[in-house]
C-alpha cells in the first residue's frame, strides 16, 4: 500500500475496476459524508483510509 494520504479519481477507477466517470461520482459522494461529519475536503482528491474503510472494506490488498 502506497503511503500517500489521498487517493486520485484514477487511482480508484483503476482500483475498482469502472469508469473515471463512475469514480468521479464516487468521489463525490464519499467527499460529501466527509464534509457532512465537519471534515475539510480537497476537490479532485479523496482521503486513502476513509476509501478502504467505505469501499474496500478496510482491506488494504488493492491499494
Same mark, same amino acid.
Given at each position: 500500500?502506497?503511503? !500517500? $494520504?489521498?487517493?486520485?479519481?484514477?487511482?480508484?477507477?483503476?482500483?475498482? *475496476?469502472?469508469? #473515471?466517470? &463512475?469514480?468521479? !461520482? $464516487?468521489?463525490?459522494k464519499?467527499?460529501?459524508?466527509?464534509?457532512?461529519? *465537519?471534515?475539510? #475536503?480537497? &476537490?479532485g482528491?479523496?482521503?486513502?483510509?476513509?476509501?478502504?474503510e467505505?469501499?474496500?472494506?478496510? *482491506?488494504?490488498?488493492?491499494?
Amino acid at each position: 500500500m502506497t503511503n !500517500k $494520504l489521498f487517493i486520485t479519481v484514477d487511482e480508484i477507477s483503476e482500483t475498482l *475496476g469502472i469508469s #473515471v466517470p &463512475s469514480a468521479y !461520482k $464516487l468521489m463525490k459522494k464519499l467527499n460529501d459524508e466527509l464534509k457532512e461529519k *465537519g471534515y475539510y #475536503v480537497i &476537490s479532485g482528491k479523496l482521503n486513502r483510509k476513509y476509501f478502504v474503510e467505505k469501499c474496500l472494506y478496510g *482491506g488494504t490488498e488493492a491499494c
